[in-house]
Structure formats: structure tokens, C-alpha cells
């Protein structure tokens, strides 16, 4: 499969029925003109080069499908397969689909990522790590909210934490927002759910605290 076939493989799976007018490369972009005057950039996600060597085995490749900037959130993911087949990450289904397709391929932290970027109410959401946790420089620990854990996985089922970081407006400014997230069917039928926990202020983000 050439790259112009792999781009308009993910732009349909993206925008299906829309016509692709033209496709120019702008490194590290494609860009993608439609017929319904939208302009679309695709490029491969990033953040998982170390499992890399795992994808290309099972066949797939992820990429991003989002709009031109200055607005290029909410992004889109595809996932494309050596087979033919299409996944929108962003739709429910089709990321459990893709995972029972996928799962030998993709640990719990990548699964974890995937599930807060492109199924979270915020975008720009993060897992929940103690390094992370270290560098946000709560004023209180995270542990005075309740049922912490840091990403587990047991038997077939999968938590974790995700945090959210407020950086516009004085009221929101360095609130810290988090939500736990609970996955089950690791090994079937891929369900999940995400609720919000509670906020802490960042001492690092608190506008209110000297520089």
C-alpha cells in the first residue's frame, strides 16, 4: 500500500463520504483538501515509538486525522490495518473493535493513553502517573481523594487515573481536575467507564502563588 492510499484510507474512515480533492505533503504533514472545503492534516500519532516493532508485527499503524490549525482539537486517530480494515479511536465501538483486534499489541499504558485522548471529555488530558503527580506539586496529596491507584491491571480488568490541568481563567487556573477510569473485557469485550473524581490546586500552575 503506497502513502497516498494509506491517507485516503484514514481521511474516509475519518470523514466517510467526503471526497478527497487534492493531497500535498507538508513534512511531517499530509495535507488533505475536501470537497466540502474542509482542510485535514494527517500524520502518525506519536508518543508510542518504544512498541512500535509490536504494531508494525500485528499489522497496524496509527495515525492522526485532524483539522488545519490555528484549531486542531479535537483530533482524530485511525487505526489501519495491513488487512484493510479501518478503526475510528474516537468512536466507542470501533476502539473496542480494534483493540479485541490489537490486544497482543498494546500494553495497558498505551491502551490507558488511547482511552484518555480520544474517548475523555478533555483532549488534552493525561494519565495519571507519580512522576506526574511529583511535578504538579499538589497542595494536597492526591491520596485525600477517594479510591486512588496508580495504573493496575487485574485479571482482566484495567484502572487508572486521568488528570487535567487547567491553564485558562483565574478561577481554573491551576485546578487540577481528576477522573478514574475503570476498564473490563481486557480479554473479550472491551467496556469502560470514566468518572470524575474531584480537583486539587497545583502549586506549580496556582496563579496565586509567587513566581
Known amino acids: 500500500m503506497n ?3 494509506r491517507i485516503l484510507r484514514a ?3 475519518e470523514s466517510p463520504g ?6 500535498r505533503r507538508l513534512d511531517p504533514f499530509i495535507l488533505v483538501e475536501l470537497a466540502d472545503d474542509r482542510t485535514k492534516l494527517v500524520q502518525p500519532l506519536k508518543g508510542f515509538e518504544a512498541n512500535e516493532l509490536a504494531h508494525r508485527r500485528a499489522g497496524f499503524e496509527l ?3 485532524y483539522d488545519r490549525p490555528p484549531s486542531p482539537l479535537p483530533m482524530s486517530c485511525v487505526a489501519l490495518f495491513d488487512d484493510g480494515k479501518a478503526y475510528l479511536l474516537n468512536d466507542k465501538d470501533q476502539l473496542a473493535r480494534f483493540y479485541h483486534q490489537a490486544a497482543s499489541a498494546i500494553p495497558p499504558f498505551e491502551l490507558a493513553c488511547l482511552l484518555v485522548m480520544f ?3 478533555s483532549p488534552d488530558q493525561l494519565v495519571t502517573s507519580l512522576d506526574a503527580l511529583d511535578a504538579l506539586d499538589l497542595e494536597t496529596p492526591v491520596t485525600s481523594l477517594p479510591g486512588f ?3 493496575r491491571v487485574v485479571g482482566a480488568v484495567l484502572e487508572f487515573w486521568s488528570y487535567h490541568v487547567g491553564l485558562e ?3 481554573s487556573l491551576g485546578q487540577v481536575d481528576f477522573t478514574r477510569w475503570r476498564v473490563t473485557g481486557l480479554d473479550g469485550d472491551l467496556q469502560w467507564d470514566a468518572t470524575y473524581v474531584g480537583s486539587i490546586r497545583s502549586n506549580k500552575y496556582d496563579p496565586r502563588k509567587p513566581a
Not at 18 to 23: C, F, M, T
Open 18 to 23: 467526503v471526497e478527497v480533492v487534492e493531497l
Open 11 to 13: 481521511v474516509h474512515c
Open 149 to 151: 491507584t496508580p495504573l
Open 63 to 65: 495515525l492522526l486525522v
Open 169 to 171: 481563567g483565574r478561577d
Open 119 to 121: 474517548q475523555s471529555s
Open 3 to 5: 502513502d497516498e492510499e
